[in-house]
């Protein structure tokens, strides 16, 4: 063990004995605290020799990381008083979670939220006994936890949340841990770019500290193991200037560390005040910490004969067998004890004032910090009227309009309105989702060097693009969870790519509806476009409608999936979304040129209710339908609305209803999803015994798993997205996967018993127009024109291929 | 345009100018046939003025990068020959798919594979007219495409996807290009660190290319906006020796890049004797270009008055109305001429001998490289007997057994007999996962610096760790498309990182299984441990086994999911799936000691057919069961037969059935996967009538999603995980998500009503275990003994808390 003796040698460096003695106390409490979480049920202030029973019968948790985490949490705690910072802390290595517990517990913000978990002896037991117990808090960095926003399970974000906090926060400090472990992850490694992305007049600052502990679970890290000079060279190709901070003896450590973090808190002020008092728009080179110190710092040096402090060992449980073993529990008893916890905590067991006097009061506490609490900053958007952006629709199924496009103008309006905590996100493709409108009143953001001929370039833009769609993701997450808005554009097949993040994005959600003094945050809205209708740019490498199936097998309390099939209805349904709060949002929409079916006011209803008949497509009007058409998605519905044509042409008086859904989870039971139709609604929409013929977006089995407890289940067939593509015409992809007009209308003739020996000469018909279709396209490399300008004309009577009237009397 | 003026001015240089006019000459011929495929669809030889109709309708394509790409590929051709190198060549920006297509038929090697692509004019007709057409090759580079083994679609894979390609083939130079665009990726980000992972003495060499092009879609990429001396520092911060070629005369960059290239292949060859002959251990700083050329290099400088050579305006096609446009058509061709393909084709239209004597011949060609084309130099693993390493099981669910430490036993006697083409990939969790016995016969592959205490680490080691998912797959891809083998073990909840990389993957097997010359390549295998079910280390936040159902809606011919229930079975769906070809096998196992189920006999018969009644288990012999309990996993597998106990226990005549599955496919429709079971087959398991309770390893949608075609669907229920969780037991985590013992019994007395008033009775008793329970765990910490400590006791009678036969007779 290294800590800290009673007499501390003279070291030179900023702190005087005071200070000194005050970090050093600070520091042994938090891991004093940290190392009961872990251990003990019993016993909390070593009144007593440490018995069986104290020890908890599982031990689980990470002491590797924590000291350290605790250590840069007592430095910062001094520069928040002396200077009066409105900082907060993100912690890479979320496994730590003792760390940022303790501390909150020491600066009283945990017994404000959790007032069993008192600051006396009693709360001290349910402290260490709640840790990773059952009914208790997680091991990791949790929502739980006071203070945080970074979700310690999955690693790599935590600079690119540290980065989403700073934005538009320029009084924010963001100290941001990287763990070397984390850092050999792709996103991490990716996200120390963002230097290139922080306006240093607009912005907060982020301070990264490079944790180098050495080990990972059974591994050395790579950066531990590369040499001062290439590490140094690769920061400083990160665009830092890193300080090294490194050794284990506690007191030259923190002369050291308390040095180097006035440093480079000078130097972050002055280039602040270069920016903002002398309008300097150059890229500055941000200073960071290397902190370089042994894992399981202050442990037990040796276990059983073996290295623990400063090896491998130390990472999650030094030792398991403390209830256990006599020797075991000796080592844990000396290793508390070593911290003098008679020093630090009071005859209640309350942190003595010598503790408390370290750390900021209120606000400046960063286990309080309000920005850890977005929800409680938030501020609803102003919203300007996206019926202003309306598209005139005097016909349905008529038009050529880009959706995107007009969502685009609408989100202009919106930015212009909300300059100070609205951003949108994009891997490089904002303008090609047709969202360029937005550059009118802003600029991308861009603080690397610009040329003249570049295009809306400029350190304050709130566009931000960066081909990381990991970047992205965690910029906005951060941005979401300090209280502010935004909305990820992404091409449909590379939001794959964050599907993980997502995934624990929503689960933060999930959790935090369950945590009364967690504020509810924006939601987390995506745009997916260029989707998999509409690749005949890129070729199947890239098709995968399958983000939708991921997100939804998340709580359905937190999760959205809307298909608008037309510029209105993406409008109704962004408004909607920008104004809602913890949710994630899937809003899925085409950036081509299509049709337009619904005006306004009509877009607004039936956005509104997220599914309905389209009467002016259907023809079942007062009577059951021989068929249903069901559609959700652009490119479905506009099939789908051409194949009720082609059979009203061949069929004038089949009884055809046409259903189209926006918000996907209306077909779920409203026993799983509060959008949920009951069963009466479903029924009244898809009959109880129909043929239904649905036409979905995305892979087909996934509207089977949202309505097999529907009635007519049975009768539901499900054309979608199955796996064929490649470089080849929009028309010919929905023909390769089945669900073209002629395919749709083929399926329905089949499940039709009455239309009799016309469907034969119907059906023929149709493969014909495929066989046609194929031909056609692979000689000229585009579309039929009949396909490729079709319009819906099926309120001014049949089309004129039809053969007229030869359907038979209703047969068997 | 920047072409090379037909009199090269002496520059100083390694090239003389019998070699500069080759170089030239081949450069010239690829950027033709580039832009030809990009824009032409008749007259590809330029014979007569252009017209309209030689015109493609649709333009689709990546200009910017493929001048660039071309002009390595040259030079490349030129060193190959020179030094009689092997050596392949991975485009990471995969978008520039004329380019290598271009270089594959000036080799020759298209018009081999492809006899209808011709070296003569019908066939330079096709070669433009496919690409990018209906029924043609997609734009980007693609399995299609010879040469290549790495799919240009989704960027970010392209240096992980070299050293794997690079490991184990000491003789291969891999020459990989990474775009500026790529670059900001974080997968490619960490890739970089593969410097610490290739073997100078064992493995071969990759050579890096940055491609600074300086603009992305819409953006300037940073990489390019960082000035020199900044990416200097990250590149060496990365371990390389960075060479940077810049400039934009054809001449001067010519004798530059030549320059550049012989210096780097020099020092490539200084390490390797180093390592090889001298026994230097130490890592090298390996040599990498760094070569910033102009974007769309050789196009139209300006078309409309606006920059488009040097800017994002050559990005895909640099203007697109050269089929209406007559001033466009006139650029096109003026454009196309400036490469005088009067002196690079004759009048067949093949290539002239200039142009052809460039290449090497034969397999040295890189588009005919035996290395890209993996599964022609596939040789099957010498197999061991996994029989050798059967766990002994005298009673069925008995025993505690880490399964995935079985494994590893297994995989140790694999790696022995294939030390030349057989890794393991893993996430710093090789030994987390069990498998920690392989490293009795190799090491951990590492690099950079070692000390005396770490622990098997080696730089010929072949168990390949960094903290990097994304990585290890990249590696492994690279390493089982060159033809080799391999297995990634992680945790299940972290694999949804590689969602989109094992998309792209098994679009490319699916893609292969249609290309006749493409050799079947190993199957991509997943061992997912650390499970759902088991995640009480970790907590809420990691917890998804959505794996599953995101890589099901690929195509069924190249999906296998395997869900082993114990040691036995694992063992021998391990050995099915290392000798497989052409899958993505995903195989999900606990790393829990565990109760075991079946003797070898019994789990080989039981794996193969992949699904199956236990009898052992079931006491319905002979009859229709009252019901049936199925269920799929190694803790759903345990609560199930815990269940069937409680049910016996209480119900001594109630028919219970257990069907266990190991093969996930077998569940669905023969008609949708080919291990699907015909409808006769899986009602004689599931019963057409009687109630099945279908205890699931992951989101029990799925379950629906793979049965809802079959007959007794309406009855069937699943249980599996719902998103409930937080650090808890192993058994409270099943109550939260109810697919434990007690709640599976609950739901089948719930569904059998012949059971009468004693269900009520039992019912109450159930949901009292339940209370009983979770205050236990509450106050304890751990689970009941009872059920800590549970074996099954089927076949030895009641369990002991039964009330005995209070069974009413069977009534209405």
Redesign the interface.
């Known amino acids: 063990m290294t800590t800290s003796t009673e007499q501390p040698p003279t070291v030179a460096g900023p702190l005087d004995d005071g200070e000194l003695r005050a970090i050093d106390a600070w520091w042994r409490a938090a891991n004093y605290l940290s190392v009961g979480q872990i251990y003990l049920?019993g016993n909390p202030l070593l009144r007593e020799p440490l018995r069986p029973e104290h020890v908890?019968?599982?031990l689980?948790g990470h002491w590797g990381t924590t000291p350290g985490l605790n250590f840069v949490y007592a430095h910062l705690n001094r520069v928040i008083a002396a200077r009066d910072l409105d900082a907060m802390y993100v912690m890479g290595p979320g496994?730590g979670g003792p760390g940022p517990v303790a501390a909150a517990w020491l600066e009283g913000t945990y017994s404000e939220v959790y007032p069993e978990v008192s600051q006396d002896e009693p709360g001290l037991q349910r402290l260490f006994t709640q840790f990773?117990?059952?009914?208790?808090?997680?091991?990791?960095v949790?929502p739980e936890t006071p203070g945080s926003i970074h979700?310690?399970?999955?690693?790599?974000y935590a600079l690119s949340h540290a980065y989403g906090a700073a934005f538009d926060n320029p009084g924010l400090l963001v100290a941001a841990v990287v763990g070397d472990?984390?850092a050999?992850?792709?996103?991490?490694?990716?996200?120390w770019?963002s230097t290139?992305f922080v306006d240093p007049a607009r912005d907060g600052a982020v301070l990264p500290i490079l944790h180098l502990n050495g080990y990972?679970?059974?591994?050395?890290?790579?950066l531990a193991?590369?040499?001062r000079d290439?590490?140094?060279?690769?920061?400083?190709?990160?665009?830092h200037e890193p300080h090294v901070v490194e050794g284990s003896d506690p007191v030259q450590m923190h002369q050291a560390f308390a040095a180097t973090l006035d440093r480079c808190l000078d130097e972050i002020a002055a280039i602040q005040r270069r920016a903002r008092d002398e309008g300097v728009s150059e890229r500055p080179r941000w200073p960071m910490v290397v902190l370089r110190s042994p894992k399981g710092w202050t442990g037990p040096a040796e276990v059983d004969g073996l290295?623990v402090e400063g090896?491998?060992r130390s990472h999650q449980v030094p030792f398991s067998n403390a209830r256990d073993d006599e020797g075991h529990r000796r080592v844990l008893e000396t290793w508390m004890r070593s911290y003098r916890p008679e020093e630090l905590f009071d005859a209640d067991g309350a942190p003595v004032p010598a503790v408390r006097d370290l750390h900021p009061g209120g606000d400046r506490r960063m286990s309080a910090n309000p920005h850890t609490n977005g929800g409680a900053l938030l501020r609803p958007l102003r919203m300007p009227d996206f019926r202003d952006h309306a598209v005139e629709v005097t016909e349905p199924g008529t038009g050529a309009v880009e959706a995107t496009r007009v969502l685009g103008r609408f989100l202009r309006e919106v930015m212009r309105q909300n300059m100070h905590d609205f951003r949108l996100f994009a891997p490089?493709?904002?303008?090609?989702n047709r969202l360029g409108d937005v550059l009118e009143v802003t600029d991308?953001t861009?603080v690397?060097?610009?040329?003249p001929?570049?295009?809306h370039?400029a350190p304050d833009g709130r566009v931000m693009?960066?081909?990381?769609?990991?970047?992205c993701q965690g910029w906005l997450e951060g941005y979401l969870l300090t209280g502010r808005h935004g909305l990820f554009s992404c091409y449909e097949?590379?939001v794959?790519?964050v599907?993980?993040m997502v995934?624990?994005h929503a689960?933060?959600l999930?959790?935090t509806n369950g945590i009364p003094w967690r504020q509810p945050i924006a939601s987390l809205n995506y745009l997916l476009t260029s989707h998999v209708w509409r690749q005949?740019?890129?070729?199947?490498?890239?098709q995968?409608p399958?983000f939708i199936?991921?997100v939804v097998?998340?709580?359905a309390d937190v999760i959205r999936v809307y298909l608008p099939p037309d510029a209105n209805t993406l409008l109704s349904v962004a408004d909607h979304c920008l104004r809602s709060r913890q949710y994630v949002n899937v809003v899925v929409a085409g950036k081509q040129p299509a049709l337009q079916y619904l005006d306004m006011d009509a877009a607004v209803v039936h956005a509104t209710k997220g599914i309905g008949i389209w009467d002016w497509a259907s023809n079942d009007a007062g009577q059951e339908p021989d068929v249903v058409l069901a559609c959700a998605g652009d490119v479905p519905t506009m099939e789908t609305l051409a194949a009720a044509e082609v059979l009203r042409g061949w069929f004038p008086d089949l009884r055809v209803r046409v259903v189209n859904v926006v918000d996907l989870m209306r077909l779920q039971d409203e026993r799983e999803h509060p959008h949920g139709l009951s069963g009466a609604a479903f029924d009244s929409l898809f009959t109880r015994d129909r043929p239904v013929v649905f036409a979905y977006h995305g892979?087909p089995?996934?509207i089977?798993?949202l309505t097999?407890r529907r009635t007519n289940?049975r009768n539901i067939h499900v054309r979608g997205y199955v796996?064929e593509g490649?470089?080849?015409?929009p028309f010919?992809i929905c023909v390769m996967n089945r669900i073209d007009r002629f395919n749709l209308a083929i399926a329905a003739i089949d499940l039709v018993p009455r239309l009799g020996a016309t469907s034969a000469h119907a059906r023929e018909a149709l493969v014909g127009k495929l066989i046609e279709h194929r031909a056609y396209?692979?000689t000229?490399?585009?579309d039929l024109p009949e396909i490729r300008d079709w319009q819906w004309s099926g309120a001014r009577g049949p089309v004129t291929e039809s053969p007229g009237p030869l359907v038979e009397p209703e047969s068997a």
């Open positions: 049920m908890k019968p599982r689980l496994h990773s117990f059952p009914g208790g808090i997680p091991s990791h949790a979700e310690g399970g999955e690693l790599g472990g984390e050999e992850t792709g996103p991490l490694a990716t996200s770019h290139k990972k679970i059974a591994n050395p890290t790579v193991r590369i040499g290439e590490l140094t060279d690769l920061l400083r190709g990160y665009g290295p090896s491998w490089d493709e904002n303008n090609s991308r861009w690397a060097e610009r040329l001929t570049d295009d370039l693009e960066i081909l990381s769609e990991h970047t097949a590379f794959h790519i599907d993980s995934n624990q689960k933060w999930k959790t005949d740019h890129n070729g199947f490498s890239h995968d399958g199936d991921h097998n998340k709580k892979y089995w996934l089977h798993r097999y289940h796996e490649t470089t080849t015409t010919d396209v692979r000229h490399g585009v």
